[in-house]
C-alpha cells in the first residue's frame, strides 16, 4: 500500500530523513520507535504533505501513485490521514461544522452525495461513542480548550469519520493517562481492517501493549537503523537504544507507565 | 506652500427647498459657516490615511434626483423606510403608527415640531471632529425624526434603507435623529445600497439620544457600490442607565469613513460597538471611534475586527476618554486585524486619554495573517484551500457576526461575505 523509497527530507536547510526505506501492506500495522529528535515527527508530517518540510530525495507512493505530486488536501482524499500530536485549536469553528465539512469533501472526492447537517449529527453523535467523547465537544470549536486526552480523541474520531487507507498516529499516547490511553486504543483497535494500514510514531512501548503491531522499525538519526516484530519494541524496553549504537539522553523507552 | 485646498462654492449652492422652514433656515446658516472650510489632508490628523480618498469634485456638488420609486426589490422582516438619494419614498416605506411612537419624515414637520428639532440637530456630534458631517448639516434635503415616548417599545426593527442611484454624478445627504424618552426601546437597521455607476458621494448623520434606562440597537450595513464614496457619522448621547450597541458591518470601496461617536453622560450607562470591515481590491475603509465616559460607573465594551485582501486599506482609530468625574469607569477595547494578502494594509491607533484614578481601562490590537498551521490541519482533512481558508477567516469574524441581532442583517452580511471569499481565495 505504502512504499516509502530512499527518502530525504530537510527543514530549512537541515537534512532530517536521511534515506528512509519502509513497505507497508494493507492490514498492518506498523510502530515507529526512536529516540527524540530521531525524525519521527518529521516523517509523519512529510507523508501528510505539511510544505515547511522539503522533500530533496526519495520517492513515496501510495497503492502505485506518486504522493509527492500531491497536495496536502488530495493526500487526504486519497485515503493519507495524520493523528496530529498536537492538534490545533481553532476558536470559532466549530467542531461539527469542520468534521462534516470534512466529510463532505470526502465523499464530493468519491463522487458520493454530501450529508446533510442532520444525517451527520447522527452519525457524529455515534462515533463520539465510540471514543468516549460527550458530543456536547461537537458544538465546542474545534479542540477549543479541550484537555490533551479530549484532543487526542478527537482524532481518533475524525479518523473513525473518515476511514483512511492509511492512518497515521503521531505520539497519539503522549500526554494521556491510563484511562484515555485505554479508549484511544479501542478506538485504534476499531479501525484495524484489512484493507487499511496504520502507522504508529511512538517514543514509548505502552502504547503498543494496547495496540499489537506486525512490524516495528526503530528510527535513529535520519534512517531506519533496525527492524523487527513486535519482540523489538519489548526489547527496546528492557534495553532501552543503546544496544543498536543509538543515543537517547532524554529518555530511555518508559518503562514506568 | 500651496494652500491648503477648501470646499468649492459649488457644494453650497442652496438645495431643495420641501423642507419646513426652521430646517432650512439652520441648513441655510449651516452652509454660510462653511464657507471656505479647509478639507481635510495628510496633515490632518482624523483624515491622515484617508484624505487622499476623499475627491470631491464639483461634479459631486448636485444633489441626486429624487427617484420615486422602489428601485430595489427588498423584502424586509419588521417595519421600514426608504431613502432614495437622501430622499423619503413614502410609498416604498411601510411603518405603523404606533401609540408614543412618531417616525416622521422632516418634510413633513409642521414649523413647532421642526423648530424643536433644528435646536437639536448635530448636539450628538463633535463638529470639529467630524467635518463631512458639517456638509451633512448645509446640505440635507430630507430625513427622518423618530421620537419614543417614554416606555415606547418598537416591537419590531425599523429597517431604514438607503439607496443611491448612480446614473448621474451627485451626492446624498441622509439624515435620521432617534430621540428615544426614558426606558423606551428600539432597533433601527441602517442599510446602504447602490445602483448605477456614475461616481456618488453619500454624506450621512444618524444621531441618538437616550434617556434614562433607554435601550438603542443601531445596526448598519455598508454594502455601496465602487463607484460610491460613503461617508457617515453616528452620534450618542447615553443618560443614566441607558444601554447602546451598535454593530457595524462594512464592504470596502473607493473611500468609506465612519465616525461613531458616544457620550456616556449619565451613571450607570453602557454601550457595546461591533464592527466587521472587510476590504479587497484597491478599497479603503476607515473606522474611527469615540467614546467618552463623562459621568462615573459607566461601562463600554469595543470590539472591532478589520480583514484586508489584495492591496486594500483598512484603518481602525479608537478612542476612549475618561473624563476626570467618570470615576469607576469600565472600558474595553479590543481591535483584531486580519491581512490577507503581502499588498494589504491595516494601520489601527487607540487612543485612550485617562483623568480619573479609579477605572479600569483595557485595549488590544493585534494585525496577522491566517495561521499556517490551521490551514495544514484542515486541509490534511481533505478541506480544499478555498474552504478553508474560508473556515478560518469567518472563524475570524465569527463572534461579531453572530451577536447581530437582526437575521435579515446576518443574512444579507453572509452573502456579501460568501462573494468576497469566493474572489479572494482560490483552490491549490
Known amino acids: 500500500m505504502l512504499s516509502i523509497k530512499n527518502l530525504h527530507a530537510s527543514v530549512e536547510g537541515e537534512e532530517i530523513l536521511k534515506g528512509i526505506n519502509l513497505e507497508i501492506k494493507a492490514g498492518e500495522v506498523h510502530a515507529i520507535m526512536g529516540p527524540n529528535g530521531s525524525g519521527k515527527s518529521t516523517l509523519s508530517q512529510v507523508l501528510a504533505g505539511n510544505e515547511t518540510f522539503e522533500v530533496t530525495e526519495g520517492e513515496i507512493t501510495l497503492n502505485g501513485e506518486n504522493l509527492l505530486d500531491l497536495e496536502t488536501e488530495e493526500r487526504a482524499r486519497e485515503g493519507i490521514f495524520l493523528a496530529f500530536q498536537y492538534p490545533v485549536e481553532i476558536p470559532g469553528v466549530s467542531n461539527l461544522q469542520f468534521l462534516r465539512t470534512a466529510v463532505n469533501a470526502m465523499r464530493t472526492h468519491r463522487g458520493e452525495p454530501e450529508m446533510n447537517a442532520a444525517e451527520f449529527m447522527k452519525l457524529a453523535k455515534e462515533v463520539s461513542k465510540q471514543v468516549d467523547l460527550d458530543p456536547a465537544f461537537l458544538k465546542r470549536g474545534v479542540n477549543e480548550g479541550f484537555s490533551g486526552g479530549e484532543k487526542k480523541r478527537n482524532e481518533i474520531l475524525q479518523a473513525l469519520l473518515l476511514q483512511p487507507k492509511l492512518a497515521i498516529l503521531d505520539e497519539t499516547d503522549s500526554g494521556l493517562d491510563i484511562d484515555a490511553l485505554q479508549v484511544v486504543s479501542k478506538g485504534v483497535n476499531a479501525l484495524r481492517a484489512k484493507d487499511r494500514a496504520i502507522l504508529m510514531v511512538t517514543h514509548y512501548q505502552r502504547l503498543l501493549n494496547h495496540i499489537v503491531p506486525d512490524h516495528v522499525h526503530v528510527l535513529a538519526g535520519g534512517k531506519i537503523v533496525k527492524s523487527g516484530g513486535r519482540e523489538l519494541a519489548l526489547e527496546l524496553e528492557e534495553r532501552g537504544y543503546g544496544w543498536l549504537g543509538v543515543k537517547d539522553e532524554e529518555a530511555t523507552p518508559s518503562a514506568a507507565s | ?428
Open chain 2, 1 to 428: 506652500m500651496k494652500p491648503a485646498p477648501t470646499l468649492s462654492s459649488a457644494f453650497l449652492e442652496p438645495g431643495g427647498q420641501s423642507l419646513p422652514a426652521p430646517l432650512l433656515e439652520l441648513r441655510e446658516q449651516r452652509g454660510t459657516a462653511l464657507v471656505d472650510m479647509p478639507l481635510p489632508t495628510r496633515k490632518t490628523e482624523n483624515w491622515k490615511y484617508s484624505s487622499r480618498h476623499l475627491k470631491l469634485s464639483d461634479e459631486l456638488a448636485s444633489t441626486l434626483p429624487a427617484t420615486g420609486k422602489d428601485g430595489l426589490s427588498l423584502s424586509l422582516p419588521g417595519y421600514r423606510v426608504v431613502f432614495h438619494n437622501g430622499v423619503m419614498i413614502p410609498e416604498a416605506s411601510d411603518f405603523p403608527d404606533l401609540d408614543g411612537i412618531r417616525i416622521q419624515r422632516f418634510a413633513d414637520l409642521d414649523d413647532d415640531e421642526a423648530a424643536g428639532l433644528a435646536e437639536r440637530l448635530d448636539n450628538t456630534l463633535d463638529t470639529r471632529a467630524v467635518q463631512m458631517a458639517r456638509l451633512n448639516s448645509a446640505r440635507f434635503e430630507d430625513g427622518l425624526y423618530i421620537q419614543l415616548d417614554k416606555e415606547a417599545v418598537l416591537d419590531q426593527p425599523l429597517f431604514i434603507v438607503h439607496e443611491v442611484t448612480g446614473t448621474a454624478s451627485g451626492s446624498a445627504y441622509p439624515r435620521i435623529y432617534v430621540d428615544a424618552a426614558r426606558h423606551s426601546q428600539i432597533t433601527v437597521v441602517e442599510e446602504y445600497l447602490s445602483s448605477g455607476a456614475e461616481p456618488v458621494m453619500v454624506d450621512t448623520v444618524t444621531e441618538f439620544v437616550l434617556g434614562d434606562g433607554a435601550q438603542v440597537t443601531n445596526v448598519r450595513l455598508v454594502m455601496e457600490g465602487e463607484n460610491v464614496q460613503h461617508i457617515g457619522a453616528t452620534g450618542v448621547r447615553q443618560a443614566s442607565n441607558s444601554r447602546f450597541e451598535s454593530h457595524c458591518v462594512g464592504f470596502g470601496g473607493p473611500l468609506r469613513r465612519h465616525d461613531l461617536m458616544v457620550r456616556l453622560e449619565g451613571e450607570g450607562g453602557e454601550c457595546k460597538l461591533n464592527g466587521v470591515v472587510v476590504t479587497q481590491g484597491k478599497q479603503h475603509y476607515d473606522n474611527h471611534t469615540s467614546i467618552e465616559h463623562v459621568a462615573a460607573h459607566c461601562n463600554s465594551e469595543e470590539t472591532y475586527r478589520n480583514i484586508a485582501a489584495d492591496e486594500s486599506h483598512a484603518v481602525f482609530n479608537g478612542r476612549i476618554h475618561i473624563h476626570e468625574d467618570a470615576q469607576k469607569s469600565n472600558a474595553n477595547m479590543n481591535n483584531k486585524n486580519l491581512l490577507l494578502s503581502t499588498g494589504a494594509e491595516i494601520d489601527t491607533k487607540p487612543e485612550l486619554e485617562i483623568y480619573a484614578d479609579d477605572v479600569k481601562c483595557a485595549h488590544g490590537a493585534t494585525i496577522g495573517q491566517l495561521d499556517k498551521i490551521s490551514l495544514f490541519y484542515l486541509v490534511s482533512r481533505g478541506i480544499g484551500r478555498r474552504e478553508a481558508n474560508t473556515l478560518l477567516t469567518m472563524a475570524f469574524i465569527n463572534e461579531l457576526v453572530e451577536q447581530i441581532p437582526v437575521q435579515a442583517v446576518k443574512d444579507a452580511a453572509q452573502l456579501r461575505l460568501n462573494d468576497f471569499f469566493d474572489q479572494t481565495f482560490q483552490e491549490a
